[in-house]
């Protein structure tokens, strides 16, 4: 099928060629997804429909049949706006038909565009036309002579070098809209420019953070995402000038027109040969490439290079987020939030285990009250009052103060039985001052709502940080700086499908987890919560359907994903739908017992065969699901909830020495490598060529947002606030004044900007978001090291690193905006 134009080939056909299925499949997706289908209910409940495509396959189809149908609608709109103009011919509509891509079909469209009035167009209006035609098609023609016969004072053309420039503005506009030619030649740029940076006279102390790229190049295709977008950011803060450079460092030594000026002369069969008209013509395109066809390539390619980024970065983005949402959930514990703060206190809030607040208070141990004693005595009247378990721990200014505060209530107070966690309190501010939070906890000031938020969090990450827009997470790279759409449908897609991949308890979901439910708008997430307030806990899933504008189709549509536990039916707090239900029955029947007896029933269960209850409904990649979640019925994906152990004594990046062997926490994963908590304030970063013994490709392989490794450090630059990191503990350290380097690099320049790690900012060193609070994250909770550091962390400790730590240090490290 590939080669195939597109005029021949359906949407969905071109989809299934691309993902390398049936077209079957994709036109039944589109069919559901039309029909006002969440992917989560696709992938889970129609996998006879779509011949199971996973939710992975149908996001890929969902993007790009948007594409596709805006680039049909484009196609339509150009189409029409061809032939108002008269000028649609039969092999013209078939090239635009033929368009694969919107920039093809802009190409094409572009001779026909409505413009303002060009030298060209008014030069043809001068009769110019003929001259140009004549010296293209025939360059034996002297050029000042038949130029001659073109003077007409009356419509402009004042002498000969007037006609001559009218005629080479004719024919300049003419290469730079032949679409086959620009297309050839923005690939060709492509795959041989570079992208070029310079810095600007007098703002290298201003933009020391762009150091890196103050004399700067790389060829287009190489660069990672991150680069580009670092480099974009320093042309938009004033410190850099990007430059594109068409050509490959070889070709630009040479002498002569360029292989892009060839390739147009070529292309028009213009030849010096001596003629008469050659000179000029050459001159033509020379001028032709150099005020038309770079400018407008170069504006193309910055275009393809900041989208092709944002793809990464959104990707990078939307990774994180999921181990994010996913991490290990602490469960129904008692859990004291501390807010850290100097001068304004430690905010203090203790939830029950179920989240709802029983306490708040603030204490201020630290400088410049300094009421150490008093602040534990406190701290220890709320924990046994509350029955605490578990201590969270805000990983903001003054966290590892902080931090120190919790230690040493748990060393003076034994018989509490507490464990320490350092929690993101990324997004918390905020989430503070949203308007959610003041109907949900209108009795506190915001900033002991922090505190709630970040106990709650430590609980279950997911029920929490739904509250927030992913946006104001912070686990990705230049979020300010992508498209916001993109971003915002990504994100949005992320957190649907962990939502619904957990599943949700009706009864005790708040209204922004509930609107991430598959088929439940915000809306109808207020009214579920009003029905419950008004009417007590569900008792059944068929009483959703009393609730207010909960129709037919958002039943179906959210049902499997909404739990109720305890309730009339053993069924309702499973993920089998209702609509499966008499299959369970004829399950239960064939046993001889009820269908509370068949649930956790794993003897039975794996005694039953799945192909016997195949009917003309429910085939059987159904029912095996059915008979897998009947087994353990309602089980959390997500991990185990798991601590590590920050080693004492380091507490700050003056506290390190190269070699230490240290626990720590990945906090965030970008295309060049791992950037790890170890408990200084500041994250370190290791690089991609030291995550593995072996070739890594793609760090995501190697560990995760969450995981607990052990890492060795190689070097610490206390003034550039970067830490270098490996997870191969072997690794020797550099020798004094040896930067560490990745692989293929011979300068270390990657590394620079890339990382030797990146402030964290819990102590003043960091950005702050809109409200103040400095922007840190949580990663996943579980998990121990995946690559060649040794496994770490244990259940049972009583100091805790984060169950996830979230990174700014990529801020610090100018990867990654502030405000976020």
């Known amino acids: 099928m590939r080669g195939v134009s597109a005029s021949t080939v359906s949407i969905e056909a071109r989809i299934a060629d691309e993902l390398e ?12 997804l039309d029909g006002g289908s969440t992917v989560p209910f696709i992938a889970r409940y129609r996998k006879e429909a779509t011949e199971m495509l996973d939710d992975a396959q149908l996001r890929a189809l969902e ?82 002579e038949s130029a001659q016969a073109y003077v007409d004072a009356e419509r402009g053309v004042a002498d000969p070098a007037a006609a001559l420039e009218g005629a080479r503005s004719i024919l300049t506009e003419r290469f730079g809209e032949d679409a086959d030619l620009i297309g050839e030649l923005r690939e060709r740029m492509w795959r041989q420019g570079r992208l070029t940076a310079s810095v600007r006279e007098g703002k290298e102390q201003q933009g020391a953070k762009f150091a890196d ?43 002569g027109p360029t292989p892009y000026e060839v390739a147009i002369a070529d292309r028009f069969g213009i030849h010096d040969r001596g003629r008469p008209a050659d000179k000029w013509l050459r001159e033509t395109v020379r001028w032709a490439w150099r005020t038309r066809v770079l400018v407008h390539l170069g504006i193309d390619l910055r275009l393809r290079l900041r989208q092709s980024a944002e793809d990464d970065a959104v990707g990078v983005f939307a990774s994180n987020l999921r181990d994010l ?51 534990l005595a406190a701290l220890a009247v709320l924990a046994k009052e509350h029955s605490v378990d578990l201590v969270a721990i805000g990983n903001g200014t003054a966290s590892r103060e902080t931090d120190r505060l919790a230690g040493e209530l748990i060393s003076r107070h034994p018989e509490l039985n507490l464990t320490k966690v350092m929690v993101s309190e990324a997004g918390a501010s905020v989430y503070s001052a949203s308007e959610y939070a003041s109907r949900e906890l209108p009795e506190l000031d915001v900033s002991l709502r922090g505190a709630v938020s970040i106990a709650r969090r430590l609980q279950d990450p997911l029920a929490e940080l739904v509250k927030i827009d992913p946006k104001s997470i912070g686990v990705g790279q230049y979020q300010h700086d992508l498209a916001e759409t993109k971003l915002s449908r990504s994100l949005d897609a992320v957190v649907e499908d962990c939502v619904n991949g957990v599943g949700v308890d009706v009864n005790t979901a708040s209204a922004p987890l509930l609107s991430r439910v598959s088929g439940i708008s915000s809306t109808l997430a207020e009214n579920i919560v009003s029905h419950r307030d008004a009417n007590g806990p569900f008792h059944s ?78 085939g059987l990649p159904t029912v095996t699901d059915i008979l897998r979640e009947l087994e353990k019925p309602g089980r959390d994906p997500r991990p185990a909830f798991r601590t590590a152990t920050f080693k004492e004594g380091v ?99 990657r590394g620079g900007q890339e990382g030797g790690g990146g402030g964290r900012g819990r102590s003043g060193a960091g950005r702050e978001d809109g409200g103040g609070r400095r922007q840190a994250g949580a990663g996943r909770g579980g998990g ?37």
């Open 21 to 32: 299925v049936r077209e079957r499949q994709v036109r039944a997706a589109v069919e559901l």
């Open 63 to 144: 993007e790009r049949l948007r594409y596709l149908r805006e680039l049909e609608e484009r196609r339509t709109a150009i189409l029409e706006s061809v032939r108002g103009q008269g000028k649609l011919d039969e092999a013209l509509e078939a090239r635009i038909r033929a368009a694969e891509s919107k920039a093809r079909l802009e190409d094409i469209y572009l001779p026909y565009k409505p413009k303002r009035r060009t030298k060209a167009q008014i030069a043809r209006e001068a009769g110019l036309e003929p001259l140009a035609d004549a010296l293209l098609a025939d360059p034996s023609t002297e050029p000042a």
């Open 213 to 255: 790229y103050f004399d700067f190049a790389e060829p287009f295709t190489e660069m990672p995402s991150h680069r580009v977008l670092a480099m974009l950011r320093g042309e938009k803060e004033d410190v850099l000038d990007l430059g594109l450079d068409p050509l490959a460092p070889g070709e630009a030594e040479q002498a």
């Open 325 to 375: 949402l996913l991490a290990a959930p602490a469960g129904t514990r008692s859990t004291m939030g501390l807010d850290p703060g100097l001068r304004t206190g430690v905010k203090v809030a203790v939830v029950d285990s179920t989240g709802k607040v029983s306490a708040t208070s603030t204490i201020y141990p630290h400088a410049p009250a300094n009421k150490w004693d008093a602040s």
């Open 541 to 618: 899933r068929k009483e959703l359907k009393s609730v207010a504008r909960l129709g037919p189709k958002a039943f179906e549509q959210c049902a499997g994903f909404l739990r109720i536990r305890g309730g009339a039916d053993p069924l309702d707090a499973s993920s089998v739908h209702p609509e499966s239900y008499p299959v369970v029955r004829r399950m239960a029947g064939g046993t001889g017992g009820a269908v509370g007896e068949l649930v956790g029933n794993t003897a039975v269960l794996r005694s039953l065969r799945p192909d016997q209850f195949v009917d003309e409904t429910f």
């Open 651 to 749: 507490e700050k990046i003056g506290d390190l020495a190269e070699g230490m062997v240290l626990e720590g926490v990945v906090t965030n994963v970008a295309a060049f490598g791992a950037f790890v908590d170890i408990g200084v304030h500041q994250d370190g970063l290791v690089h991609v060529s030291a995550m593995s013994k072996n070739f890594v490709k793609e760090p995501r392989e190697v560990a995760g947002p969450g995981d607990i490794v052990r890492v060795k450090v190689l070097s610490v630059d206390v003034e550039r606030k970067r830490i270098s990191l490996t997870l191969r503990l072997d690794d020797e350290v550099p020798a004094a004044g040896e930067r560490p380097r990745g692989r293929g690099e011979a300068s270390g320049r």
């Open 784 to 820: 121990g090291a995946k690559s060649g550091g040794a496994k770490s962390g244990g259940a049972g400790r009583r100091e805790a690193a984060p169950s996830g730590a979230m990174a700014d240090a990529l801020r610090k490290a100018g990867l990654l905006d502030g405000r976020g």
